[in-house]
Every structure is written in C-alpha cells, then in structure tokens.
C-alpha cells in the first residue's frame, strides 16, 4: 500500500525526527496551554470516560489549531494513505486524570454502515502532548484488526498492546484498526491531541456533540 512512502521515510530518519519532535510538540502545545485554563469537565459516559476532558472541534477554540491537522510531516502521510483534499472530521484535545479507566475497544469507521473489511477511508493520528506510557494510558492497539471482518464487540475485553511514545511523537491508524484510550494508573494527568481525517468522499467519523464544521485541509493549507 502506498503510505506516503518518502514522506514516513523522512520522518523516520533520525535528524528529522529529533527536529519533528520538537517542532510537532511547539504545534501542539497550545492545546495544552488552553487546558489550564478550560474548566472543562468528564462527560461521565463508559466511552468517554468518568476522569477525562475532551474538548471536541479545536478549530472553533482559535486559529493556532489550524496549524495541527495539516502539519508537513504528518500530513503527506495521511494524504498518502487517503487521498488528496480529504476532510478533517475532528480535531481534539484530551486530558486523562489518574484513576480513568481503558476506554472500550472500538474501531473509528464502526459507527458507518459499510461491510468490513472495506477500502480504507478513516485515518486518525494521536499526537503525544505527554510521554505515552502503559501506566498513564497509551492508546491501546490491536495489530492486524484493521483486516478483520467485523468491529468489536462493545466493552468486551480485547487483548491489546499500548502504542508507547515520547512526547511530541505521532501516531498514525487505520480507522478500522480496533483500539481505545488506555487506564491511566500513574498519579500525572496525561495529554493528547486526536486528529481525525476522513476521505473526501465519506461523511462524517464521529458524532460525540462536536460541533462540525467540515474543512478540507486545502482550505487550511492555501493550496
Ligand atoms: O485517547 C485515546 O487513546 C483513544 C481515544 C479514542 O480512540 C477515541 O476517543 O475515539
């Protein structure tokens, strides 16, 4: 599959990848600026979580967002993978206390009425505004489920691996890959961006209360 091959390959080259870090993390850091100054509170739902924030459409909070979704070392990726001109179906911030719980494994394009498995036109990123560590709740994955032919089944229990990361890393999925928010048993609050894009072509990823205003990322990056 053609994944944006020369653009993972620079991001996967080591100079550029130190620099990456540095840079995704001044992109990102806003979110986390905002934060401590929103009085958000957890939505108290079993897939939202009892001890989480979200703050869904980061595009209606202030223009520095709009610098996230299309940053360039993450976004020939996505448009390797989808294609060109798809849409951003969300944008958000999340903020996991200790004492959540694992959020049930799901899969992004579930809510979609196609038959798996199916053409791919989900792709979602996470981006670590803090290390992401089993402890705290690194996003839990399950390899290879992208391929399955179902979606799994709501709150049953899935062995699954935690997607490990350094602050001001990325991580890129398949929207039909089955995962969830990990239990943060450390004491430290744990930050994190979601970013969804949706191809061009498909309607809407998820509809949790966020205020939708679909952009292309052309709109975003002046092409
Ligand atoms: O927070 C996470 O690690 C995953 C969040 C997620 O998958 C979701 O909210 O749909």
């Not at 100054?37 to 967002?65: D, M, R």
């Not at 992401?132 to 709150?155: K, Q, V």
Request: hydrophobic share 35%; charged share 25%.
């Amino acid at each position: 599959m053609n994944i944006g091959r020369r653009a993972a390959s620079r991001y996967h080259r080591k100079r550029d990848r130190t620099r990456s870090h540095r840079c995704l993390e001044r992109k990102a850091s806003p979110a986390r600026a905002r934060s401590r100054h929103y009085s958000g509170t957890p939505a108290k739902n079993g897939f939202e979580g009892h001890h989480t924030v979200s703050i869904y459409n980061l595009l209606a909070h202030g223009k520095e967002f709009e610098k996230i979704p299309i940053h360039p070392n993450v976004l020939p990726v996505i448009e390797g993978v989808l294609d060109k001109e798809c849409l951003i179906s969300s944008l958000s911030f999340i903020s996991i206390d200790p004492g959540e719980k694992a959020q049930p494994i799901h899969a992004d394009d579930q809510i979609m009425p196609v038959a798996k498995p199916h053409v791919l036109f989900v792709c979602n990123s996470m981006w670590a505004l803090t290390d992401f560590t089993e402890e705290n709740g690194a996003t839990r994955i399950i390899p290879g489920t992208h391929l399955a032919d179902s979606s799994p089944e709501y709150g049953k229990h899935y062995d699954s691996i935690p997607a490990e990361m350094k602050k001001g890393s990325v991580l890129v999925w398949n929207g039909s890959l089955w995962h969830g928010g990990g239990a943060n048993k450390s004491s430290a609050r744990h930050y994190r961006n979601l970013v969804g894009h949706i191809d061009k072509k498909t309607p809407a990823q998820r509809l949790l209360g966020e205020t939708r205003d679909f952009k292309s990322v052309w709109d975003l990056a002046d092409r």
